[in-house]
């Protein structure tokens, strides 16, 4: 169970951003904007990398990576209906968009290093 904690506390953290009003970062339009789309990316890759460790730990199916993202994709749509209800805010089908790239990327690297690792692994007797 210990396993989801970072998974809780993480989707707390999305949970709290989402629920600012106006957030903005920087002064600048285009910098803030970009920032901003790339945090989401971050987050939620780090998210899904969350969420992947968790099931690892507590779930015994193959494809653990796909779970974990498809899981992460869920929870940034349901954080942008979220973000919907919050005065200056907006829900856009373009963030989960962004979000999704983001736990696929992540899920995508880590998935390739271990694939390499394996395959660099000599054979034991």
């Not at 209906?81 to 899920?107: E, M, T």
Request: hydrophobic fraction near 60%; glycine fraction near 6%; proline fraction near 2%.
């Amino acid at each position: 169970m210990s396993g989801w904690l970072p998974v809780a506390a993480w989707a707390a953290l999305i949970f709290v951003a989402s629920a600012t009003p106006d957030l903005r970062l920087l002064a600048d339009d285009t910098l803030d904007t970009v920032t901003r789309k790339v945090g989401h990316m971050a987050v939620f890759g780090v998210l899904a990398l969350f969420v992947w460790r968790a099931l690892a730990m507590t779930w015994h199916r193959s494809r653990l990576w796909a779970w974990a993202a498809a899981v992460t994709i869920l929870y940034a749509w349901s954080d942008e209906v979220h973000q919907g209800s919050v005065a200056g805010r907006n829900a856009s089908i373009g963030d989960v968009a962004i979000d999704a790239a983001g736990a696929l990327i992540a899920v995508g690297l880590v998935w390739l290093v271990r694939s390499r690792r394996a395959r660099d692994q000599p054979a034991q007797s």
